[in-house]
């Protein structure tokens, strides 16, 4: 009864974590033959981990409770799955061997990112809100360049306005779609990062 109640518990209450904290966008899904670590939504199942925790120790009591065999598959089971982070872990996306090396990059992109911007900027940078969050405020966007719907001309009107992207040619069609309503100032920096001034232009 008490690890039927603790894994009734951890089912609830995890359920009502994913509610509480989850995006509700499961776009990249949990597959064994792609590594996840860099999901975007796992972030969200942190506070999932004491509760899982509790159900995987009831659940390995259970089995050292079955005799030789029981305590057999409670060993597999946490070797393949300590095996399976792991290796997750080193070699993802965002994992240690790749990421390790990059790190005095990021920090030479971030200190100059800080560098270029005044404190009270507002910096439109997609998935490199990372290099300048908390020092500056970030606006963040999925792909290539921020979505049409983002004004920048108004956002340029109200403050400091940049726009942090990762190519050239991103820049450029940044500088077409606004041709006209925002002048962009650029700036090439460490790791070929792009930082735009953004200047909004007079109305027609």
Same mark, same amino acid.
Request: hydrophobic share 45%; aromatic share 10%.
């Given at each position: ?9 951890? &089912? ?13 966008? &499961? ?24 509760? &899982? ?13 079955r005799g030789w065999l029981g305590r057999g598959l409670a060993w597999t089971f946490g070797v393949a799955l300590l095996a399976l982070n792991l ?12 990421? &390790? ?25 997609? %998935? ?20 049409? %719907? ?49 200047v909004a232009q007079p109305a027609a």
């Open positions: 009864h008490v690890t039927r109640s603790l894994l009734v518990s951890a &089912f609830v209450g995890g359920a009502v974590l994913i509610l509480l904290y989850g995006n509700y966008r &499961f776009v990249e899904y949990p597959v064994s033959r792609i590594p996840t670590l860099g999901s975007s939504y796992l972030r969200y199942w942190l506070p999932l981990i004491p509760l &899982f925790s509790i159900g995987v120790g009831a659940l390995v009591q259970e089995l050292r409770a290796t997750h872990v080193a070699t993802a996306d965002i994992g240690v061997l790749r990421t &390790f090396p990059r790190f005095s990059e990021w920090q030479a992109q971030s200190r100059w990112v800080v560098e270029q911007t005044p404190p009270q900027a507002v910096i439109v940078a997609g %998935s490199n809100d990372k290099l300048v969050f908390p020092r500056r405020q970030a606006i963040g966007f999925d792909g290539g360049i921020p979505p049409a %719907s983002l004004d920048l001309a108004q956002l340029a009107r109200t403050v400091p306005a940049y726009v942090l992207l990762g190519s050239t040619a991103h820049a450029e069609q940044l500088q077409q779609r606004y041709a006209g309503s925002v002048a962009f100032e650029l700036a090439e920096g460490p790791g070929g990062l792009i930082l735009l001034r953004c």
